[in-house]
């Protein structure tokens, strides 16, 4: 690629007969439009709608060189917006608000660009902008476009400070680009050692994720989930990974059923009479990494059966008596921790006792067939005497032979779902099938309840990770059985096998593009899929969770034995300081450095005080040349036309970046071959 090529504008005929004014507001007009491009999912229409206008008038104006409009229309225009604005939010505080009216004070801001000033207000509002968009994610993907949109802001704020000439916007470009690369190390430095302040580097809970488990199951909620494609945790195994159907990552735990909702359990009984956790383990114990999104609940999703604490910088985790882990507040952002479990477990008591009745309960009124149903079942002489083991055998049998089938759009179903999903329409997911079979349990008498979590992960052969979506959140049952405890039981593996053993699930129909790609080669589409989640992964590992405790580690790779805040501190000023040293060094070193436009003024001005020309460093060439002429007639007409042509290079549309040496060069050969003349 010839060199440059790569900085060549789309080509538009009247884009070299703009005004240097037109073609710098063209640029700003574009890079805003970049800017506030990934808001448009959070802004209201109307804000959108009058955004785009602005900026197409204003695009206008400086194509046509135009009139800005007064600022009385402007006020008005600002009033109706923020009337607009509290009409959409019912306020005009907070987050969605507040982009909101900084993207309509940022484009109105255009429309009143009569002073350096007000460019730099744009600037510096453009600058805000970009900040606004990690509230609302701060994925590689948005890093990169807002990484695009700094760029163009500091190419602007370069231009507005080359007032005079024809710069060009590569060299505006380039120039930003250096500048910003100077100031990379020191951004590096406070990345590296700032001390992280929770309250601080933290961003508001709204701006994440809006979708993940629930601490309640209602027919429909989990299929909303199950169609978001959106990674959930990434796992990283010490040595060799387990089978995909023994990865069931436990959640919330359901055992209130009120009819239509279930819930966490309020136990009936006191705690000495509840069922306990009881965790009984066997074989070594399987070690992991967790990479966690945000979840939003106080939930963490842990590999079954984890025994030992997860150490959380920040936080707090608890064990409870059905195996959940929990944490002090909601996970509102990614967290990164080792914990480990065991694959053969059993927990529970093993006896009766009185806290499982509430694990039987059933509301009244509701299903009255599937009651009847299994009250008929347990008159089958054949289970009359069944124990759980057995019913629950018997319930994945008919499960399975039944007609079940399993679908993402099993629809809506009415009050009495258990009855129509068992009877009538036999088709669904997760949810369903372990709710019905929960529900037929109780109906004979077992203990159960609905565990909701995700099940199995799937391999990212870039880097070693798993990865868990949200697609793969799922519910599951279990049921208590005499001198064993609780059991796990999945319905959903009865009639949809290739779910659990393969972690094959029904996906929702892929985007325009991700469909088109599918089509032609699935192959490529899932490489490419795989690349790009290997960049994301690498950018929450290494940046988003870079940790206090990462921190420390870069103290200890220094040289510090046992670091804390008093030395990050110290380093962090050391290192501040050196930079600082280093910086005013560079500026001492530099201070006798010429422009090399002030090295040719200099050697014209020498020549042409020799042959007598009056010259002072304020003089354009334009007027040099005139006294030249008037100096020197016929005879300077040479050294007259260079002088001409150093106008135009200086400051004509075409300027150049440096000066022409063989002009240079020409001018004092001219110079030398003309006679001087005394002072008059």
Known sequence: MPRGSAWKLPRWPGWSRLPREGRDTLFLLGVIAWTVLPHLSHLPAWCIALTTVVLAWRAALAVGNGALPSRWLLVVVLAVAAGLTYWSFRTLLGKEPGVTMAVVLMALKTLELRARRDAFVVFFLGFFLVLTHFLYSQSLLVAAAMLVSVWGLLTALVLAHMPVGQPSL????????????????????????????????????????????????????????????????????????????????????????????????????????????????????????????????????????????????????????????????????????????????????????????????????????????????????????????????????????????????????????????????????????????????????????????????????MDGFFIVRQSAAHAWAEYWQAGVGWVRADPTAAVAPDRISRSLRLLPAPGLVAGALDTMSPALLQQLRDAWEGMNNRWNQWVLNYSRGQQFDVLRNSGFESPNWQDLAKL????????????????????????????????????????????????????????????????????????????????????????????????????????????R
């Open 170 to 461: 590569q060299q505006a470009a380039r120039l930003a680009g250096r500048t910003a690369a100077l100031g990379a190390p020191i951004m590096l430095l406070m990345f590296l050692l700032f001390p992280r302040i929770g309250p601080l580097w933290g961003v508001p809970q709204d701006g994440l994720s809006s979708t993940g488990l629930s601490d309640r199951m209602r027919m429909g909620t989990v299929a909303e989930i199950a169609q978001d494609d959106r990674i959930a945790m990434r796992i990283r195994f010490d040595g060799e990974a387990p089978p995909p159907e023994t990865l069931y990552f436990r959640g919330p735990v359901l055992s209130r059923f009120d009819g239509t909702e279930w819930r966490a359990l309020t136990p009936s009984f006191p705690p000495r009479l509840q069922p306990q956790a009881d965790l009984r383990v066997s074989g070594p114990p399987l070690r992991y990494e967790l990479t966690l999104e945000p979840l939003r609940l106080p939930t963490l999703p842990l590999l079954e059966a984890s025994p030992s604490t997860p150490q959380i910088e920040g936080l707090r985790a608890r064990g409870t008596a059905d195996l959940q882990w929990l944490i002090d507040r909601p996970v509102v952002e990614r967290l990164r921790f080792r914990a480990e479990a065991h694959l053969r477990f059993q927990h529970g008591p093993l006896q009766t006792v009185l806290g499982l009745q509430d694990f039987v309960d059933l509301p009244p009124g509701f299903n009255p067939r599937t009651l009847a149903w299994a009250a008929e079942l347990r008159r089958d002489p054949a289970l009359a005497r069944a124990g759980a083991r057995e019913l629950a055998q018997h319930l994945m049998k008919h499960i399975r032979d039944g007609g079940f089938s399993y679908t993402l759009a099993p629809g809506e179903y009415g009050r009495n779902a258990i009855d129509e999903f068992w009877f009538d329409r036999k088709e669904g997911f997760c949810e369903h099938f372990a709710a019905a079979f929960v529900v037929l349990m109780r109906a004979l008498d077992v203990p159960a309840r609905v565990v909701t979590g995700y099940q199995g992960a799937d391999p990212l052969p």
């Open 572 to 679: 962090l000023v050391i290192s501040l300081s050196t930079l600082a040293l280093a910086g005013a060094g560079w500026a001492w070193w530099d201070r006798h450095r010429v422009d090399p436009w002030t090295r040719q003024r200099e050697a014209l001005l020498r020549a042409l005080r020799r042959l007598g020309v009056p010259a002072t460093p304020q003089d354009a060439p334009g007027t040099l040349a005139r006294r030249v002429r008037e100096r020197h007639g016929a005879a300077g007409e040479a050294l007259a036309a260079l002088l001409d042509t150093l106008q135009a290079q200086r400051y004509g549309r075409l300027a150049r970046r440096h000066p022409d040496s063989a002009l240079t060069r020409s001018f004092l050969a001219a110079a030398r071959g003309l006679a001087p003349l005394p002072d």
